[in-house]
T-cell receptor
Framework: ELKVEQNPLFLSMQEGKNYTIYCNYS?????LYWYRQDPGKSLESLFV?????AVKQEGRLMASLDTKARLSTLHITAAVHDLSATYFC???????????FGKGTHLIIQP | NAGVMQNPRHLVRRRGQEARLRCSPM?????VYWYRQLPEEGLKFMVY????????ESGMPKERFSAEFPKEGPSILRIQQVVRGDSAAYFC??????????????FGPGTRLTVT
């Protein structure tokens, strides 16, 4: 059974700082996703990572995938308040079409 | 280009009533997924459907819950005899298919069910 763990679950940081969210998954995964969710809203797709060593960047966010370590990271560079949200990673694999989500990282960025 | 649509956005039901949640996939998408999000939790996969077929219902509770995706019309998630523990946000996602370039799931705005 595929399991996904994220850490930290809560993160409070100051604007301008860098930080990394970690996502571990338990078995072979075909794809790794990162989503953003604002309170009371739906999920916004940020990145889809397919292969070992994949790195994608959009603005201040960069995601990477290490399939050997079964680890993905979401790195935030020079955080700004607008990035405050809950970030989820999700893995898809093991023959299942449904996504397996982590519990999410609740990120608060303070001025 | 309309995205995934869900209705109602908010639904209040008393214990014992039935809840019907509707999902219209993105235009051209024939694959639908339902997920449930409990407070302060990640999303949990419930069921995966194609038109007129349930492909994977491994995440569906064994009782009271059912889903369909008819040839015409939206996908429906039905919860019979709701209990307080059913209170959650229910999200629908759709995709073009399974293969390369078709698998990405796009999420709807969700239906927030409250059972009183």
């Amino acid at each position: 059974e595929l399991k996904v763990e994220q850490n930290p679950l809560f993160l409070s940081m100051q604007e301008g700082k860098n930080y990394t969210i970690y996502c571990n998954y338990s078995t072979t995964s075909d794809r790794l996703y990162w989503y953003r969710q604002d309170p009371g809203k739906s999920l916004e797709s940020l990145f889809v990572l397919l292969s070992n060593g994949a790195v994608k960047q959009e603005g201040r966010l960069m995601a990477s995938l290490d399939t050997k370590a079964r680890l993905s990271t979401l790195h935030i560079t020079a955080a700004v308040h607008d990035l405050s949200a809950t970030y989820f990673c999700a893995a898809q694999g093991g023959g299942a079409d449904g996504l397996t989500f982590g519990k999410g990282t609740h990120l608060i960025i303070q001025p | 280009n309309a995205g995934v649509m869900q209705n109602p956005r908010h639904l209040v039901r008393r214990r014992g009533q039935e809840a019907r949640l509707r999902c219209s996939p993105m235009k051209g998408h024939s694959h639908v997924y339902w997920y449930r999000q409990l407070p302060e939790e990640g999303l949990k996969f419930m069921v995966y459907l194609q038109k007129e077929n349930i492909i994977d219902e491994s995440g569906m509770p064994k009782e009271r819950f059912s889903a369909e995706f008819p040839k015409e019309g939206p996908s429906i998630l039905r919860i019979q005899q709701v209990v307080r523990g059913d209170s959650a946000a229910y999200f629908c996602a759709s995709s073009l298919g399974r293969g390369q370039g078709r698998y990405e799931q796009y999420f709807g705005p969700g239906t927030r069910l409250t059972v009183t």
